[in-house]
């Protein structure tokens, strides 16, 4: 059973850090692209990152560029997003998702969702 598992979330103040993971099973992961999205209330879902399975080249979104990084432990299966200095509009829930191979850009056609995890930034 293909399965994205994503942790890590919950509430942090602004300016302080958080680490999402997303655990994959099921599938070679080595051999897909896993991309974070993310979904704020009243808004639209929006890609965050994304990093290939190919050759580990990562994308970031303009708003989190510099604040947010990407990497994967192909070993343990799992991908993490080093969220720093982090801002109340960031506050969303966070999605992992696979892509086979290549990220191709942002947001590259999913084959498969994980299920999410909360991110409440507020004092």
């Known amino acids: 059973q293909l399965q994205l598992v994503e942790s890590g979330g919950g509430l942090v103040q602004p300016g302080r850090s958080l680490r999402l993971s997303c655990a994959g099973s099921?599938?070679?992961?080595?051999?897909?692209?896993i991309a974070w999205f993310r979904q704020a209330p009243g808004k639209e879902r929006e890609g965050v990152s994304c990093i290939s399975g190919a050759d580990g080249t990562t994308y970031y979104a303009d708003s989190v560029q510099g604040r947010f990084t990407i990497s994967r432990d192909n070993a343990k299966a799992t991908v993490y997003l080093q969220m720093n200095s982090v801002k109340p509009d960031d506050t969303a829930v966070y999605y992992c998702?696979?892509?086979?191979?290549?990220?191709?850009?942002?947001?590259?056609?999913?084959?498969?969702w994980g299920k999410g995890t909360l991110v409440t930034v507020s004092l």
């Open positions: 099921g599938f070679t992961f080595r051999d897909y692209a």
């Open positions: 998702a696979a892509a086979y191979y290549y990220c191709s850009g942002l947001e590259p056609p999913v084959d498969f």
